[in-house]
């Protein structure tokens, strides 16, 4: 059983306060929704949970290791976020395979089984330059999924997919929470977050309340 623990966590970025004293407490097998409109701090607190940026106040643990302390960043994380960097010359397939080089955790096989569990052609040759919104969307879930990891953190998954996209991806998302992943999930889908989740919250100005307290 992993479990992710923010005490006290509050982030301040350019004398505004940004996330304000937010406890909570993640463990895996479950999906945690965040709703909230642009702007809210629900980025800002995956980015913190990722180990991306430091609180400037309280610590996120991660099964009781301090991310920034004890260690850098949680071992196993999927991540799908804002500007997830991916080399417009090359196609998707090569893309993964030089990102699954980091942590030499998945071959070949996995890789092309990831591709292909989002709905694209691991065949396919084009470069992602031409991918379309949708396509794009999918490849960064793909890269997400394919070292099977213990945490996956998803900022908007389902944004530019069309009807049955949409659907596909929480079929993912689903599966992965039966595979035993800790799952947080943002999302202005609303279906998503009701569809989905086993627990929701709210974000507003960079506080978090749980969903019908």
Not at 154 to 165: K, M, Q, R
Request: with cysteine; net charge neutral.
């Amino acid at each position: 059983m992993n479990r992710i623990d923010l005490e006290n966590v509050s982030k301040t970025i350019r004398r505004s306060e940004v996330l304000k004293n937010i406890s909570l407490h993640f463990e895996s097998g479950r999906i945690y929704g965040f709703i909230g409109r642009n702007g809210s701090g629900k980025t800002m607190l995956f980015r913190t949970v990722a180990g991306l940026i430091k609180p400037t106040a309280g610590c996120v643990k991660y099964n009781g290791q301090t991310l920034g302390a004890d260690i850098d960043i949680i071992p196993r994380l999927g991540l799908v976020i804002e500007n997830v960097g991916l080399y417009p010359e090359f196609s998707g397939l090569v893309n993964l395979r030089m990102l699954a080089k980091i942590n030499s955790l998945v071959g070949e096989q996995e890789i092309r089984e990831a591709v292909s569990r989002v709905g694209l052609d691991p065949d396919d040759r084009r470069t992602v330059r031409k991918y379309s919104l949708g396509m794009k969307q999918r490849i960064v879930l793909a890269q997400a999924i394919m070292e099977k990891p213990d945490v996956l953190i998803l900022d908007e998954p389902t944004n530019a997919l069309d009807e049955d996209g949409v659907e596909q991806i929480r079929g993912i998302i689903r599966e992965e929470r039966e595979r035993g992943a800790l799952v947080l999930i943002a999302s202005h889908n609303k279906e998503d977050i009701s569809s989905l989740c086993d627990r929701i919250y709210l974000m507003k100005s960079g506080e978090v309340t749980e969903a019908g307290e």
